[in-house]
């Protein structure tokens, strides 16, 4: 990593760490005074929060420090009320609505006289004080990957551009700079307004964006008369073109005479007009990502990774990468391995996109080639670009605006060995009663881990189950504690979902886009509840045969598929197993099934103590002397685990007669 873009990282590391320290100085957690040191005046943190209890180890106290003051570090709510200066500046006077609660760790000044601030942790020479505020750094949230992602974006631009950092700040910080930011990949639009409004790390920042694309007339800025920020026009994308002419000029004029900021942002170099391009002060453009760019991120987010034991894709394959590819790779929490894995499988995804819709366009070239016209000139002239992804659908892609219907459900954290009271998530371990369902979880969460450990190939697990069982006997609540157990993402879907389209055709898509979004999300779990309503492929002259033979076929060559994608376990879940057809049941695709019987009395009992906890003693508890007798029309576990025992103990006994 070079070291522009190590800056820029670490400069949205320092703000997050800030953002931090500022909240808990307005939560109470933490006190501020201004200070002297050598001439210079610098802010100066103490902490508030009773500092003997920490014992050196930064590991044990983080953990007991997001414990006790994990909710003051959250932005308490504010009502505002926004009146203008006399240069129309907008001021807002705040008033907190909700403080966190009051914690008997909190030290207030009469407290904390005999304590000073180089007092040090018993049994090292470590500043209290200076160790204290390390913790509210450590407890900051990181930031955010698209964050990332388009800072290091920003970086090459920079270093493509030949200019130093600080000519590009000295543009910046500018009355009224125009800027121009171009980069070739999907994503790139969205993920930089987003940098520009949420962080400051562009100087001036964060901005209160105005979408020149939705400004009428001159007037629509005094809308934003009430913000505190400062205003920046955005005119990104395609949606530049619907603004052009005198009414290009006029949105430009009303922007610069009130020192806003203009920002032209494109994907596409067509898509800048002339007049921004001469105006501009600062152009700032780059290319298709490459293997340096995965290699920094990986450094960024995996700092103890061997990068050179990686098998990081090659310049060649990272081109076909995009943002949204990158931030839906890498996720908090992923194994680097798998990451490495999902960058690979969306990598051929995408080739095999543009293969595809290539291969459609040279047909259609070569039927209007004898018939030249404006449309077929106007097609040639830009067949370098990319088609639009919600113009083509192809090889699985999905289009943004139509989705799956699918559910995404992310596991829930499981308690560590530090941590009590903490109610624990429902996971396999905890689960009575699913026998050989249970056994299957368990054998899979080894086989995981052996996965991870590069020990087994995904080929030699078993990571296809059918479940059937009559209603109500916990079905999808086994997905959903599989999620857990093995900490990886749940996409949830039926057949009824894939069935509202109507149409054929929304079927299938449907269907195709469940799959492809659950091999994004790679290793994840994708739940297919109601399987038994792809129903069997009947005959050709049954009435409307076509369509259900077609429905499961796809499901066929679906399932298929995703026995050669790995990081991919598929769970179906039915009523009626019967009623599926026999080919989905074979070998390679749903080939283990296992049926969930009713629970039995003991069963029973172990999931009411379960879910009950400690209230299952009241229930089962001897009744107190004077107390009126229970009713025997009414509900008593005491009598049913009794009557229970009572037939166990006549089965022997008769057993033992014979």
């Keep these: 990593m070079d070291k522009l873009a190590r800056l820029f990282v670490h400069r949205l590391r320092h703000l997050a760490r800030r953002e931090a320290r500022r909240i808990a100085l307005r939560?109470?957690?933490?006190?501020?005074?201004?200070?002297?040191?050598?001439?210079?005046?610098?802010?100066?943190?103490?902490?508030?929060?009773?500092?003997?209890r920490l014992s050196g180890d930064p590991v044990r106290d983080g953990a007991w420090f997001r414990r006790n003051f994990g909710d003051w570090l959250v932005v308490p709510k504010e009502t505002g009320n926004h009146t203008s200066g006399p240069a129309g500046d907008g001021v807002v006077t705040t008033q907190t609505v909700a403080a966190p609660f009051a914690s008997p760790l909190v030290t207030f000044h009469r407290a904390r006289h005999s304590m000073t601030a180089q007092d040090t942790i018993p049994g090292s020479s470590i500043d209290r004080r200076a160790y204290a505020i390390g913790l509210v750094d450590r407890a900051a949230a990181m930031p955010l990957v698209s964050h990332i992602v388009a800072a290091l974006v920003l970086a090459c631009a920079v270093r493509s551009s030949g200019r130093s950092l600080r000519e590009v700040v000295h543009v910046l910080t500018r009355v009224t700079p125009v800027v121009i930011l171009h980069a070739p990949l999907d994503g790139f639009e969205r993920e930089t307004l987003r940098l520009v409004e949420k962080s400051r790390l562009v100087p001036g920042g964060p901005f209160a964006v105005i979408d020149a694309d939705h400004m009428f007339d001159d007037n629509h800025f005094d809308v934003y008369e009430g913000e505190t920020r400062k205003r920046l026009v955005a005119f990104s994308g395609a949606g530049v073109h619907r603004v052009t002419g005198n009414a290009?000029?006029?949105?430009?004029?009303?922007?610069?005479?009130?020192?806003?900021?203009?920002?032209?942002?494109?994907?596409?170099?067509?898509?800048?007009?002339?007049?921004?391009?001469?105006?501009?002060?600062?152009?700032?453009?780059?290319?298709?990502?490459?293997?340096?760019?995965?290699?920094d991120l990986v450094e960024v987010l995996y700092p103890d990774t061997a990068i050179e034991t990686l098998g990081l894709p090659s310049d060649s394959d990272a081109r076909w990468l995009s943002l949204e590819d990158l931030v839906l790779a890498f996720r908090p929490g992923r194994h680097v391995r798998d990451v490495m894995h999902v960058l690979a499988t969306l990598i051929e995804r995408n080739r095999g996109d543009l293969e595809e819709e290539d291969g459609d366009g040279g047909d259609k070239a070569s039927g209007s080639a004898s018939t030249p016209s404006t449309t077929s000139t106007e097609k040639a002239s830009g067949s370098e670009e990319k088609p639009k992804p919600s113009e083509t659908e192809s090889n699985g892609r999905w289009k943004k605006d139509k989705p799956s219907g699918a559910e995404v459900i992310q596991p829930e954290p499981l308690p560590t060995a530090d941590e009590s009271g903490f109610k624990p998530p429902v996971s396999i371990e905890t689960l009575s009663g699913y026998g050989r369902a249970k056994d299957w979880a368990l054998d899979l969460k080894a086989d995981l881990d052996d996965y991870r450990a590069s020990i087994l190939a995904w080929s030699e697990m078993s990571t296809k189950l059918l479940l059937s069982g009559p209603p109500g006997t916990g079905k999808t609540t086994f997905a959903r504690a599989l999620c857990n157990s093995l900490q990886i993402p749940l996409v949830v879907t039926s057949v009824s979902t894939w069935l509202q389209g109507g149409h054929l055709n929304d079927v299938i898509d449907k269907m195709n886009r469940t799959f492809v979004e659950a091999r994004a999300m790679a290793p994840s779990i994708l739940f297919i509840d109601e399987i038994d309503g792809i129903g069997k492929r009947q005959p050709a002259e049954r009435e409307y045969a076509d369509y259900w033979n077609a429905v499961v076929n796809k499901a066929l060559e679906l399932l298929d598929g995703a026995v050669k994608s790995e990081g991919l376990i598929i769970v179906g879940a039915t009523n009626r197993p019967d009623d599926i057809d026999d080919a989905i049941k074979r070998s390679g695709r749903l080939e283990t099934h296992i049926e969930i019987p009713k629970p039995d009395v003991p069963t029973l009992a172990e999931i009411l103590a379960l879910h009950l906890g400690d209230d299952v003693e009241a229930l089962i508890r001897e009744p107190v002397a004077d107390a009126p007798s229970e009713a025997t029309d009414g509900f008593s576990l005491k009598q049913i685990v009794a009557d229970h025992l009572k037939e166990e103990a006549e089965d022997e006994r008769k057993g033992g007669g014979r």
């Design 27 to 52: 939560n109470g957690l933490l006190e501020g005074k201004i200070v002297d040191v050598g001439g210079h005046l610098l802010f100066r943190y103490t902490p508030v929060f009773d500092t003997s």
């Design 248 to 295: 290009l000029r006029r949105r430009m004029i009303s922007a610069l005479s009130r020192d806003f900021p203009i920002l032209a942002i494109a994907e596409k170099r067509s898509d800048i007009p002339s007049l921004l391009r001469i105006s501009a002060d600062l152009s700032l453009e780059t290319g298709k990502l490459d293997r340096r760019f995965v290699a």
